[in-house]
Nanobody
Framework: QVQLIESGGRLVQPGESLRLSCAASGLTVRTTTMGWFRQAPGKEREFVAGISKRANTIFYGDSVKGRFTISRDDGKNTINLRMNSLRPEDTAVYYC?????????????????WGQGTQVTVSY
């Protein structure tokens, strides 16, 4: 049974940093294409960052390039998302996702597994 459990979301002020983690069980992140998505109220789920299996190709959504960094900890079987220079528009529920097929990037419609999400709020 596959489980993805996100953690690290909380309230932060604009300009601050935050790190989210996604602990996986039932799959190996090193050999699975993994990604982060987010969804704000009233908006569609948006791709944030992704890391491909084995090849370690990394992708970022345009709105987070240069501010967010995705990484993988094979020893802990987790993926992380380091978020710097946070803005109010980064406020959303952040989800971890996994895709078992050959794709290098997780698709919102093709992901096989999702976590339950963790809330990130950026506000004064």
């Amino acid at each position: 049974q596959v489980q993805l459990i996100e953690s690290g979301g909380r309230l932060v002020q604009p300009g601050e940093s935050l790190r989210l983690s996604c602990a996986a069980s039932g799959l190996t992140v090193r050999t699975t294409t993994m990604g982060w998505f987010r969804q704000a109220p009233g908006k569609e789920r948006e791709f944030v960052a992704g890391i491909s299996k084995r090849a370690n190709t990394i992708f970022y959504g345009d709105s987070v390039k240069g501010r967010f960094t995705i990484s993988r900890d094979d020893g802990k079987n987790t993926i992380n998302l380091r978020m710097n220079s946070l803005r109010p528009e980064d406020t959303a529920v952040y989800y971890c996702a996994a895709e078992l097929g050959p794709a290098l990037r997780v698709g919102v419609k093709s992901a096989d597994y999702w976590g339950q999400g963790t809330q990130v709020t950026v506000s004064y």
